[in-house]
Nanobody, 128 residues
Framework: QVQLVESGGGSVQAGGSLRLSCAASGYTYSVYSMAWFRQAPGKEREGIVAIDTDGRIRYGDSLAGRSAISQDKAKNTLWLQMNSLKPEDTAMYYC??????????????????????WGQGTQVTVSS
């Protein structure tokens, strides 16, 4: 089992930045891929960016050009830096993990079904 806990969400004005964190615990030695997703009310969960232990990174369309993922495997922590935030970025943001590489995931890390483990999410609210 792998446990994921997100933090760093909050309220920010449009144009601002936030840095989300995801702390992993449990059988983290077997985690190969991790990712950030978001879900706004009434919308499907969408992939933002995914990364695997081989260093492969895949960005989705959401937050394209305005986000950056980083990780510290030794500290079992994943981060998402988000810049130039817009009101439409308001959503619950989730961290996800799986034992497969991005190449082994059916949707390359951009599909929610790619990942076995999920955190509870952290809310991001962007006001105009």
């Amino acid at each position: 089992q792998v446990q994921l806990v997100e933090s760093g969400g909050g309220s920010v004005q449009a144009g601002g930045s936030l840095r989300l964190s995801c702390a992993a615990s449990g059988y983290t030695y077997s985690v190969y891929s991790m990712a950030w997703f978001r879900q706004a009310p009434g919308k499907e969960r969408e992939g933002i960016v995914a990364i695997d232990t081989d260093g492969r990174i895949r960005y989705g369309d959401s937050l394209a050009g305005r986000s950056a993922i980083s990780q510290d495997k030794a500290k079992n922590t994943l981060w998402l830096q988000m810049n130039s935030l817009k009101p439409e970025d308001t959503a619950m943001y989730y961290c996800a993990a799986d034992f497969r590489s991005l190449r082994g995931l059916p949707y390359g890390g951009m599909g929610p079904s790619d990942f076995r483990y999920w955190g509870q999410g952290t809310q991001v609210t962007v006001s105009s």
